[in-house]
């Protein structure tokens, strides 16, 4: 009686059981994450420098408002979205091409596929010690001769105001661009091959096709990478901190640089959280905009 | 298309192939290479390729850091974090799968916000936070911070994992007498083996190679590879590079093989994880 009382399956029982499943990782989340945000969140309406306590005290916006007006902040914002658009523009582009490359199925491509893995798992901070290496100007393998072909400033690519972003861009591009390759390959993989045989049939060239069969077909990848890239570049920190620290004259200074910079390292707790907090909100709403962006287009992809 | 237009379209495609294959590993080749360098070689002006190689840079990180310990610190931190996401994770992203309520997706997509969350938000009030519970500069700090971070994705991964498994294959273990939880334990897991494999390797990769939580929530004794490899140099640009590629032995080459070996389930984890 017990027993089978036990395994009755009724749908109470049912969600009781999910609900178990599900409750520790969603405690966990709001415990570790959801309220260190929320204080966040507090913590930027104060003036509250740990290095001084006793000036803490409430100050609604100010933060908010000190930030937008701080010169170096601004610089940062528009040093990030300059990152941001040059860094995912070129690994689509990029990444996409590879992508067609690898997409015929063979040994060849297939180790090549795997080979391609590698700087998605080289350790970020060693990708940016690598290139602040190769590229130093008086002992570096690439920054040596490109300093004495003249083809770089004399303090070397990454020692130059003019240079050091677009640098440090293409060190981003080096490193994400297999994975955007990757995940445009799965989904040129799982194309249905029926479409693809009928266009050739038609006789629909190579441009063509691309253009009216296979580009709309990738749309919802192409969105998921176009989010996934964005939301990452624009919280970069480890290449850039140790291939410039975000110099040469915070020229290559991205907000996450100056977010931790001022809350981590001057204890500045709330103007800190506060300029994490915009970083946050850009994120959000770049990550809307490409999403409505991407299903106006599907949507009229598929109505033509 | 005539055999020799497609086999010259071939030759083009696999020298383009090549040549971007040499763009992505030479700069990796280098730095394992300066570990055989001598420090004065790296230096040489005009920089060459060729050296005597020598074993003298590891013999220079053997004496000057503690090895095992930060050897030690990177495993217990990232297998701790994998373990602890997993463990939170899987019946998660198994419960958000399996329940009837339409809010289900509603914190399916929560746990996908908080992945987009810059870590900065969540690290200073963590920082304080762990001071708080007496926990910072211990292995737990880090564990515990890592582990938000993954649970959320591992959850949002094993939930599109468990959502392409049909429900009709746990019912029949059900009918057959198996329990709400052996039919997850012995049914459902078992078919998304392939996802907590990709999950896993994702969550370990994404902890043996981050700096910036360790950096602020470790002290000397728990400090991982991934933050002594910065400290080694101290800003000091002149020396040092061989010992990186040294260093890099320990702290990078590990997390490469390791993604060579099981690429398989990355590139499921890397195509299906964002889904």
């Known amino acids: 009686m ?76 528009i040093v990030t979205l300059i990152f941001t658009l040059g860094c995912v523009t070129a690994e689509l582009v990029l990444g996409f091409c590879l992508a067609l490359l690898l997409w015929p199925d063979s040994r060849f491509n297939r180790v090549a596929t795997t080979l391609m893995l590698v700087p998605i798992t080289v350790t970020p901070i060693v990708v940016g010690l690598i290139f602040r290496a190769l590229l130093d100007p008086s002992f570096g393998l690439i920054g ?34 297999p994975l955007v390759a990757l995940i445009l390959l799965a989904a040129l993989k799982a194309l249905p091959s029926d479409v ?58 991205l907000l996450m640089l100056s977010a931790v910079k001022q809350g981590l390292l001057f204890f500045d707790i709330g103007y800190g959280s506060a300029i994490s907090i915009l970083m946050t909100l850009c994120i959000v709403l770049m990550a809307a905009v490409i999403m409505l962006t991407l299903r106006r287009m599907d949507r009229r992809f598929n109505e033509s | 298309m005539s055999r020799r237009t497609k086999g010259s379209a071939l030759l083009m495609q696999r020298s383009l192939l090549v040549m971007a294959l040499l763009v992505f590993l030479a700069p990796i080749l280098w ?43 990177s495993m217990v931190i990232s297998a701790g974090s994998t373990m602890l996401s997993l463990l939170l994770g899987i019946p998660c992203g198994y419960a958000l799968a399996r329940t009837r309520m339409r809010s289900a997706i509603l914190l399916a997509y929560a746990f996908l916000a908080i992945r987009g969350v810059p870590t900065v938000v969540t690290l200073i009030p963590f920082y304080l936070f762990m001071r708080q519970l007496h926990l910072l500069g211990s292995w737990w700090a880090v564990i515990l911070m890592n582990a938000t971070l993954s649970t959320a994705f591992v959850a949002w991964m094993m939930y ?40 896993a390797l994702l969550c370990m990769m994404f902890a043996w190679n981050d700096y910036l939580n360790p950096a602020f929530l470790t002290r000397a004794e728990t ?48 195509t299906r994880g964002i889904h």
């Open chain 2, 160 to 199: 599109t994992a468990f959502r392409a498994i049909p429900r009709e294959v746990e019912d029949a273990a059900i009918v057959d007498g198996c329990s709400a939880f052996g039919a997850f334990w012995r049914v459902a897991l078992p078919l998304a083996r392939t996802s907590v494999a990709a999950a």
């Open chain 1, 144 to 177: 040596y001769w490109l300093v004495h072909a003249h083809l770089a400033p004399p303090q070397g690519l990454l020692g130059d105001t003019r240079t050091a972003l677009p640098t440090m861009m293409v060190v981003d591009v080096w490193e994400w661009t």
């Open chain 1, 2 to 77: 017990q027993r089978s009382l036990l395994r009755l399956t009724s749908p109470r029982r049912r969600s009781l059981f999910l609900f178990v499943m599900a409750a520790p990782a969603a405690l966990h989340v709001a415990v570790f994450a959801l309220y260190p945000i929320l204080r966040g969140v507090g913590f930027s309406l104060f003036q509250m420098n740990l290095m001084q306590p006793w000036l803490h005290r409430f100050i609604c916006l100010r933060n908010y408002t000190d930030a937008l007006a701080d010169p170096e902040i601004r610089h940062s914002l």
């Open chain 2, 223 to 270: 400090r991982p590879l991934s933050v002594a490899l910065l400290t080694a140099f101290g800003g000091n640009t002149t020396s040092g590079w061989g010992t990186l590629g040294a260093m890099a032995h320990l702290s990078t080459i590990p997390i490469v093989l390791a993604g060579l070996l099981l690429n398989r389930y990355l590139t499921a984890g890397l």
């Open chain 2, 31 to 73: 730095l394992i290479m300066t570990a055989y360098e001598p420090s004065r070689a790296i230096q040489s002006v005009p920089p060459t390729l060729r050296f005597t190689p020598s074993l003298a840079n590891f013999a220079s990180i053997a004496s000057n850091f503690d090895l095992p310990r930060l050897t030690l610190s």
């Open chain 1, 196 to 253: 693809l045989d009928a266009a050739e049939i038609d006789g629909a060239d190579h441009v063509r096709r691309l253009r009216l069969i296979i580009l709309p077909m990738m749309l919802p990848a192409l969105f998921l990478v176009l989010v996934l890239r964005v939301t990452d570049v624009f919280r970069t920190y480890d290449i850039v901190f140790a291939a410039t620290a975000g110099g040469p004259a915070d020229s290559t200074n």
